[in-house]
């Protein structure tokens, strides 16, 4: 007699919610590649996050991935995965140690992260008001691959400014200590009142690592940054216009009256100083000012 074996039933599929699913992994794919395309997300970050396998980078085709780079279409993404030796159905979750390690390398090149003329260090400076710290700021949490000196001042902190991130808030026998142990890379009285300095062992210790390192001050910092350290790239983060400076200004509503005229004419005579910078960027955007920032540290040319 032949046996014969009852065969399991299927279960059923919620074609709905898989559906539901289904669009909802497209459109974050979609903003994914939106956000590498407009310089929002780093590409060596993409690649960290796709190590998540419930992240939109993770299910993200690599020649997809490619072709968020300028200048990189279908046919050339394609010749990419054959150099790489990757399959064009890989996704970037799906890659194995050494292709991920090749398609780092790719990319590491390509953003020009590895070019032997990019700086070390990069001093983002520009007058008051600028968002010089909103647009450091906006590398910090988008391109972790950056490490930002924290400043030391004399001045009192800011309402949610907090001690060890956003500056190193120190009386003046404190400063004068540092001073005179040589311990600052630059230090300038800002605006008549309080000093600002640059801690020396941090930046000289990223450099040693071969890591970028970007220094947010002012401009007399910078100027003496590239008296001491001329292979520093300088970089001068400038308004859109004049009444968008003493709108932020006005905006910022953390001085008093008399500090801000103060601040506002100090901010004159910083803007003329933008022609000794290596390089003049424009704050409309913030993320588009961030992105223009970082592809100088890395060495792409502008």
Same mark, same amino acid.
Request: glycine share 12%.
């Given at each position: 007699m032949t046996e014969q074996r009852r065969s399991t039933p299927m279960p059923e599929v919620d074609r709905v919610a898989a559906n539901r699913a289904a669009v909802a992994a497209r459109r974050s794919r979609a903003e994914l590649k939106q956000r590498l395309r407009s310089g929002e997300l780093s590409p060596l970050r993409a690649i960290e996050d796709s190590r998540d396998a419930?992240?939109?980078?993770a299910s993200l085709r690599v020649p997809e991935f490619l072709q968020t780079f300028p200048s990189? *279409?279908? !046919?050339k993404s394609l010749r990419i995965l054959e150099e790489l030796a990757i399959s064009p159905r890989k996704r970037l979750g799906?890659?194995?140690s050494k292709q991920r390690a090749r398609l780092i390398d790719f990319v590491r090149e390509r953003v020009g992260a590895s070019a032997p003329g990019a700086p070390m260090l990069t001093v983002l400076a520009g007058p008051t008001a600028v968002g010089k710290g909103t647009v450091a700021a906006y590398v910090r949490e988008h391109y972790p691959g950056i490490e930002h000196s924290v400043s030391v001042t004399t001045r009192p902190p800011r309402p949610g400014e907090e001690h060890g991130r956003h500056y190193f808030f120190v009386d003046d026998e404190a400063f004068d200590r540092m001073l005179a142990a040589d311990e600052l890379l630059e230090w300038a009285t800002v605006h008549n009142r309080y000093r600002y300095g640059t801690?020396? *062992?941090p930046v000289v210790e990223a450099s040693d690592r071969g !890591?970028?390192?970007?220094?947010?001050?002012?401009?007399q910092g910078a100027r003496q940054v590239r008296a001491s350290m001329p292979e520093a790239k300088l970089v001068f983060l400038a308004p859109p216009s004049w009444d968008a400076l003493v709108g932020r200004l006005l905006g910022r509503g953390t001085e008093d009256e008399e500090e801000r005229t103060r601040?506002?004419?100090?901010?004159?005579?910083?803007?003329a100083a933008a022609e000794e910078f290596d390089a003049v960027i424009v704050n409309d955007e913030v993320p588009r000012a961030a992105a223009a920032l970082v592809e100088?540290?890395? *060495?792409?040319?502008?």
């Open positions: 419930d992240s939109a980078a990189v *279409g279908e !046919v799906g890659l194995g801690p020396r *062992g !890591v970028r390192i970007l220094l947010e001050i002012d401009l601040r506002l004419e100090t901010a004159k005579v910083e803007l100088i540290m890395n *060495g792409v040319a502008r």
